[in-house]
């Protein structure tokens, strides 16, 4: 099957598959299909948000220890060889968690010029989604993070998790405020999207912000 056509919602109700976790550089997959990542502090979500939006709940790996995720983890529709002519749609990245890490400093040094190498140097690289967990906001490192998203140029949008955790009438001022923080910023995407793996909610909404990345939009 050629990748030529672009991804539309179907591909998210395909089976998925790991094909790949990638310790440094060295291991990259050839840059191929657009891809999109997912970026944020350690338990903010990021296994539980990708394993929701493929309905795949054993995709991503998810653990209550901080740092669990050491690695870039490529994830694919199942079915594609990967040999030219038959690439997939597209590629969700999970990548390792800033902020806090359950290692000696020098992994996490390690970990971290893993994840901006791979974001600066990545043609295939579409949109980093940025996780924020709604009960916390926009903190210093995440402030670090964008910073470092709009010094290398690479396209991000901000989505918040774990909605569910506040109160309804919370969640309308909170968009609002990240809006507003991220309203200068040269390469943040305007629109905010409130998620919640547990509930489902923003599932579609973050679908088709993916869909309208990788599709050039």
């Known amino acids: 099957m050629s990748s030529s056509r672009e991804p539309d919602a179907g591909v998210f109700l395909r089976p998925w598959t790991f094909i790949r976790g990638v310790p440094d550089m060295r291991h990259l ?17 990021k296994s539980s948000l990708i394993n929701a939006l493929v309905g795949h709940g054993g995709l991503a790996r998810t653990s209550n220890t901080p740092g669990r995720t ?28 800033y902020g806090y890490a ?8 390690a970990w971290t010029k893993l994840v901006f190498d791979y974001l600066k140097g990545r043609v295939s690289l579409k949109r980093v989604y940025v996780l924020i967990d709604s009960r916390h906001g926009i903190k210093k490192n995440d402030e670090e993070v964008l910073s470092l998203l709009d010094k290398a140029a690479v396209s991000y949008q901000i989505v918040l998790t ?8 919370g969640v309308e001022k909170l968009v609002a405020e990240t809006q507003e923080k991220v309203r200068k910023r ?23 912000a993916i ?7």
């Open 102 to 109: 359950a290692a000696p400093k020098d992994k996490v040094d």
């Open 162 to 169: 774990k909605i569910d955790k506040i109160k309804v009438a």
């Open 186 to 208: 040269p390469a943040a995407y305007p629109a905010i999207v409130a998620t919640s793996s547990e509930k489902g909610d923003g599932l579609d909404d973050l679908r088709a």
């Open 29 to 45: 997959p050839p840059e191929g299909p657009p891809e999109v990542a997912f970026a944020g502090r350690s338990n903010v979500g």
């Open 70 to 97: 050491q690695e870039l983890n490529f994830f694919v529709p199942d079915g594609y060889s990967g040999q030219p002519g038959d690439l997939p749609p597209m590629a969700l990245v999970d990548m390792p968690g």
């Open 211 to 217: 869909l309208a990345a990788v599709n050039g939009r």
